[in-house]
């Protein structure tokens, strides 16, 4: 039920404004005018909503599932963009200004007053920027710190111009109630981005961590491990992430999404499987013991706790054992009786990370190692984890029965989800989760 009434609660915020300026608005003027205030109305009431799926309010990431919460908010960022972007062409210029014999009190004119319009405009240039560099992230290579700071500062600054592009030249946002109404929406998405960036980091300042132990892995992956320093610690479930920041004040922007490795029956310590990949992690050998760490979480419904399925697949690819080691570790801690098996994947043998924990936990029935480079002598599967190689691992009644759980590269999982729908496996029975969003 949780998702209907999220689907429900966010289709009624977005066109609360629309309704209301129907009920409450004046004569009616020619359609396409009235389509493109409409357009604008719904533009501006997804941006505002935009604040809350940012994916740090656990009450809808946990409910749905951060991959779920996400692609939502890149979706609906991209639709109010459109929408954005045609409301101001479709009213092919209806003559407006000042006031005119057939209209004395101006209800049917749009205005063309600088004051009123010119916010508008700016802020109809930011949110193309801000989605196209949300969009092409990757592709422009500046610092993930860099873009989420300008990020949240666009979205500030573009959620206050329409607030006065709305009321003081839109023909319904003029109205009374409907100024409270834009005024409300507008507080609460940016007190939204005042409760991420300010009170949770003020929370965090009075439950600090210390790094207890970093660890080399392989050539390039670490696990880090973090103690509580003077508090009892985290409640998080197997395969949930938490946002890691090391060595910097909780208010700065240096903290990244990691999946925990650890298992909560393990005790107050947390540890991370990391992979030198970015800025933070390229450092990762450098943080010495005692370093302060503050953690923000937990995220994510990538867990099988309450799960009544007879035997569970894990599919790793990379650094995406993390979260699925920490199910491990918690289903052997907890004695849970249920099957389990393991598909591994990497590029080459020396990229293996815990191989030694995972060959006694699960034996050599249980799991598969897969490499695209393997070596000479290699014994184990060549090539990438897809549909043939799953079919060759799992029976026709797993397909149905089990649980299947991923996380690795997105197109690893691509191919992995399309082929266990294929083979009859219902969508509920699949979990994944994905840290690659713009």
Known sequence: MKPLVLIVAYFAAVTLPLVLSVWLGGPPRQFHQELASALGILAFSMI??????????????????????????????????????????????????????????????????????????????????????????????????????????????????????????????????????????????????????LVVPWRQKARPWRVTEVVRLTPKQWQVTVLPDGHDGLEYQAGQFVWLNVGHSPFSMKENP???????????????????????????????????AYLDGPYGNLTVDGRQEPGIALIAGGVGLSPLLS????????????????????????QVAYRKELDETLGAENIVYVLSEPPEGWQGEIGVIDGPLIDRVFAVGDFRDWAFVMCGPNVMMDVVESHLIKRGTPARRILSERFNYD
Request: glycine share 12%; charged share 15%; net charge positive.
């Open 258 to 292: 990691f999946s925990i490795a650890s298992a909560p029956a393990a005790g107050p310590e947390v540890s991370f499987m990391i992979k030198e990949l970015g800025d933070f992690t390229q450092t990762i050998g450098e943080i010495e013991p005692g370093t302060v």
């Open 48 to 197: 505002l909503v935009e604040f809350i799926l940012s994916g740090r309010f656990k009450a809808i990431s946990n409910g749905v599932g951060m991959d779920v919460t996400m692609r939502f908010h890149q979706t609906m960022a991209r639709i109010a963009l459109v929408l954005a972007l045609v409301h101001p062409f479709l009213y092919q210029g209806t003559l407006a200004g000042g006031q005119r014999p057939w209209d004395p009190t101006r209800q049917l004119t749009l205005t063309t007053d600088f004051f009123a319009l010119v916010p508008g405009i700016v802020a109809w240039l930011l949110l193309t920027g801000l989605v196209v560099m949300a969009i092409g992230r990757a592709q422009l290579g500046y610092r993930y710190e860099t873009w989420r700071l300008l990020h949240g500062l666009g979205a500030l600054l573009i959620a206050v111009l329409l607030l006065h592009h709305t009321v003081y030249g839109g023909r319904y946002g003029s109205h009374p109630v409907m100024t409270w109404v834009w005024l409300v929406m507008t507080g609460v998405a940016v007190g939204s981005l005042l409760m991420v960036y």
């Open 327 to 350: 199910i491990l570790r918690q289903l052997r801690l907890t004695g849970d009786p249920r099957r389990v098996k393991l598909i591994y994947g990497n590029r080459i043998i020396d």
